[in-house]
């Protein structure tokens, strides 16, 4: 254990020289090389070679994982202090003191708990204060004041840097820090380039909630760790960058999706119609049902640099989660029913036929559809109630049904249920925004 906090220790301060990138200007990389080649050259072996090993560094006699990190670091560190250089300096700092402050934070809960949700809100609790310290260390060199009106932004990016930090790290094997911390900075850079605007009730209420919410989706196995983060931070970038009317309509799906799944499972489990993993619904299902919407609320938020109208995104949004709310219900309650038609031929099939549906199941379906029409109709941007609903109810039910085609004609072997459920919630979105355009609503 103490080793293990010493290793996490040093990888936080080897992270924390991203503060003085700024002031290094070209020579930025230098200490993160300089870290790199006295570990892969000189440290071979002794005490601190077996503080610094990784898991599989022993048996090759390198420290290979930490060698990568700083090698990244530096990178990233070069690439930011080039001439006219895309990636800003605090989106620099943020990725790489999330993931060395998200491991520090993460070690010292280690000392105390093994619960695995313990240990992830760690990371996450780490990783964050890390972000928003490494920011504001870089934008005091650069221009402090932008401090007073940018705290919230701030804050922002600090927990999307530490959430994605944690999602990645529950993907890949701890080894790869430096794919993690590559992968923060290129979502933090996004996010500093959209620019939006961020204010401090939405930061408080969305960090509050969706934490909350993270917790009871964990606690009732709605959804695994790597599920739960995606969930998360899917929710935060909802309230945050669209508004309350955004997350509520996201976060209708996420709870009924998930109660759904978990409803009889032991009898859907014997019809062989349930959810793998006990119901719990992992990265690639929540990224599946939900990666157009968030496509569409980044793009929402952007609207100030794309010229797009903002409805355009919110019926995109509304769409896409309309048609994951009615495919999912569809999906959950129909597998419990006896008799499924194949939707291309009509004719019977067994329980849990690819492309197979119920007459309960269809109109379970609707149902979901209907509620997050309602819910889009009077939280989000896209125009009258009555029209707009309509039209978000429509793509819904589209969606579904693509689903159950696509279900039918292409998912086997190649093509497997979560590209099915992604191609699915895009005609639901591209339905909706093109209904929305034909008939003026939300223009």
């Known amino acids: 254990m103490i080793r293990r906090l010493r290793r996490a220790s040093v990888f936080a301060v080897v992270a924390a020289v991203a503060v003085l990138a700024p002031a290094l200007g070209d020579a930025a990389a230098v200490p993160f090389l300089a870290a790199a080649g006295l570990a892969f050259f000189r440290v071979r072996d002794g005490e601190w070679f077996e503080t610094l090993a990784l898991p599989g560094d022993r048996e090759e006699e390198r420290l290979y994982g930490f060698v990568a990190f700083a090698l990244a670091a530096a ?25 060395g402050c998200g491991r520090l934070s993460r070690a010292v809960v280690a000392g105390r708990s093994t619960e695995e949700f313990s240990l992830v809100a760690g990371y996450v609790a780490g990783g964050t204060v890390g972000a928003i310290a490494g920011q504001i260390g870089v934008l005091l060199q650069i221009d402090g004041s932008v401090l007073v009106g ?89 309230v945050v960058l669209g508004g309350v009317g955004w997350f509520a309509t996201l976060i209708s799906f996420y709870a009924i999706g998930g109660l759904a799944s978990k409803y009889r499972f032991d009898e859907k489990a014997n019809r062989g119609v349930a959810q793998e993993n006990e119901g719990a619904r992992g990265t690639g299902n929540v990224l599946a049902n939900s990666a157009v919407a968030l496509v569409a609320v980044v793009g929402y938020a952007a609207t100030a640099h794309v010229g797009v109208p903002g409805a355009l995104f919110g019926f995109a949004f509304a769409g896409a989660t309309a048609t994951a709310m009615a495919d999912t219900l569809s999906s959950e309650i129909g597998g419990l029913f006896d008799g499924p038609r194949l939707v291309t031929t009509l004719r019977r099939v067994e329980p849990g036929t690819d492309g197979a549906v119920t007459w309960q199941g269809e109109l379970a379906g609707v149902g979901g559809a209907l509620f997050v029409a309602g819910l889009a109709a009077f939280g989000m941007p896209i125009g009258d109630a009555v029209a707009g609903g309509g039209i978000v109810a429509l793509a819904g039910v589209a969606g579904m049904t693509v689903d159950s085609l696509l279900g039918a004609l292409i998912e086997g072997e190649r093509v497997g249920n979560q590209a099915v459920n992604f191609l699915a919630t895009l005609s639901g979105a591209i339905v909706a925004v093109a209904a929305g355009v034909a008939l003026g609503v939300g223009a």
Request: hydrophobic share 65%.
């Open 75 to 99: 990178g990233l560190a070069l690439f930011a202090s080039l001439p006219r250089a895309p990636l800003p300096y605090e989106a620099f700092a943020a990725a790489t003191l999330a993931v």
């Open 150 to 238: 940018g705290l919230p932004a701030i804050v922002f990016l600090g927990a999307v840097a530490a959430l994605t930090a944690a999602l990645v790290r529950s993907l890949v094997f701890d080894r790869d820090a430096h794919i993690t911390v590559i992968l923060v900075a290129f979502a933090v850079w996004g996010f500093v380039a959209v620019d939006p605007t961020v204010t401090v009730p939405l930061v408080a209420f969305g960090l509050a909630v969706t934490g909350a919410l993270g917790y009871v989706s964990f606690a009732l196995g709605t959804a695994s760790v790597p599920g739960m983060l995606t969930g998360v931070l899917s929710a935060l970038l909802a």
